[in-house]
């Protein structure tokens, strides 16, 4: 298990971002998580400008394979009275792997206060909850999880997570790196081991300035209401272990089968 916070402290900085390595146990298959690479790049893009506001939207494609050492840049498109856009690469051996674009944006006085969306009521895992990881060569040994199923349609998940390793970690950071911690619900559609599938894009909305929980502990929910032609549209949320939401977003989902 390797934190993310150590994979940033060990960066060594360039003039327009940072190298570093994305150890063995954060891949899956020839490509790293794609959650950790988003905050990798997230993480750039904080470090790009000084004072900027809180992360409110994220655009990400996966463009190709991430693996052992990245070149990661940020580069400021605009920043306005309001707004800073940060475009974020990641390049490795394979060429570009990542490119996303966040925008930073700090809350604003509104006569619009419009929420339709009822908190969730799953309880928590607690210290006596029995929770599963994963195998250590695979990216999903650095979290801790515990599947809900009841009440679930055919291509839906629901799943508590938590990064191991939090310490000295941003929130907006920890929290890119866990919301993409299920694996596309379309494999929910698929009998007899998991099918070739691989993200393509994922659209992150934050609705909070600042996400926090208890325990460390994330609710995860992916729905894919859609899947023909070789692609899979999903819906994702996530709510923190009072049921308050904190981020919600798309994903295009690519079928290999």
Same mark, same amino acid.
């Given at each position: 298990?390797?934190?993310?916070?150590?994979?940033?402290?060990?960066?060594?900085?360039?003039?327009?971002?940072?190298?570093?390595?994305?150890?063995?146990?954060?891949?899956? /298959?020839?490509?790293? *998580?794609?959650?950790?690479?988003?905050?990798?790049?997230?993480?750039?893009?904080?470090?790009?400008? %000084?004072?900027?506001?809180?992360?409110?939207?994220?655009?990400?494609?996966?463009?190709?394979?991430?693996?052992?050492?990245?070149?990661?840049?940020?580069?400021?498109?605009?920043?306005?009275?309001? =707004?800073?856009?940060?475009?974020?690469?990641?390049?490795?051996?394979?060429?570009?792997?990542?490119?996303?674009?966040?925008?930073?944006?700090?809350?604003?006085?509104?006569?619009?206060?419009?929420?339709?969306?009822p908190p969730v009521?799953?309880? *928590?895992?607690?210290?006596?909850?029995?929770?599963?990881? /994963? %195998?250590?060569?695979?990216?999903?040994?650095?979290?801790?999880?515990?599947?809900?199923?009841?009440?679930?349609?055919?291509?839906?998940?629901?799943?508590?997570?938590?990064?191991?390793?939090?310490?000295?970690?941003?929130?907006?950071?920890?929290?890119?790196?866990?919301?993409?911690?299920?694996?596309?619900?379309?494999?929910?559609?698929?009998?007899?081991?998991?099918?070739?599938?691989?993200?393509v894009t994922w659209?992150? +909305?934050?609705?909070?300035? =600042? %996400?926090?929980?208890?325990?460390?502990?994330?609710?995860?929910?992916?729905?894919?209401?859609?899947?023909?032609?070789?692609?899979?549209?999903?819906?994702?949320?996530?709510? +923190?272990?009072?049921?308050?939401?904190?981020?919600?977003?798309?994903?295009?989902? =690519?079928?290999?089968?």
């Amino acid at each position: 298990m390797t934190p993310i916070a150590d994979i940033l402290a060990a960066a060594t900085p360039t003039p327009t971002g940072f190298t570093t390595m994305i150890p063995a146990d954060w891949m899956q /298959g020839r490509t790293s *998580y794609g959650g950790i690479s988003s905050a990798i790049a997230l993480h750039a893009a904080q470090q790009s400008e %000084p004072d900027l506001p809180p992360l409110r939207s994220a655009q990400i494609s996966f463009i190709g394979p991430l693996a052992g050492e990245i070149t990661v840049t940020a580069t400021k498109l605009r920043r306005g009275r309001t =707004a800073a856009f940060i475009q974020a690469d990641i390049v490795s051996a394979a060429g570009l792997g990542l490119r996303a674009t966040f925008v930073f944006m700090a809350s604003q006085p509104s006569k619009i206060d419009f929420d339709q969306r009822p908190p969730v009521t799953h309880p *928590y895992p607690t210290p006596e909850t029995k929770v599963f990881t /994963g %195998p250590e060569a695979f990216f999903i040994n650095n979290f801790n999880f515990l599947d809900l199923k009841d009440g679930l349609g055919a291509g839906e998940l629901l799943r508590w997570a938590r990064l191991r390793a939090t310490a000295g970690l941003d929130p907006m950071v920890q929290m890119l790196a866990i919301a993409d911690a299920l694996p596309p619900a379309v494999a929910r559609l698929f009998d007899g081991g998991f099918p070739p599938v691989s993200s393509v894009t994922w659209i992150v +909305n934050m609705l909070t300035d =600042a %996400p926090a929980t208890i325990d460390d502990w994330w609710l995860l929910s992916a729905k894919s209401d859609f899947a023909r032609n070789g692609c899979s549209s999903q819906t994702m949320r996530v709510w +923190n272990a009072k049921g308050q939401l904190m981020a919600e977003g798309m994903q295009s989902v =690519a079928l290999f089968i």
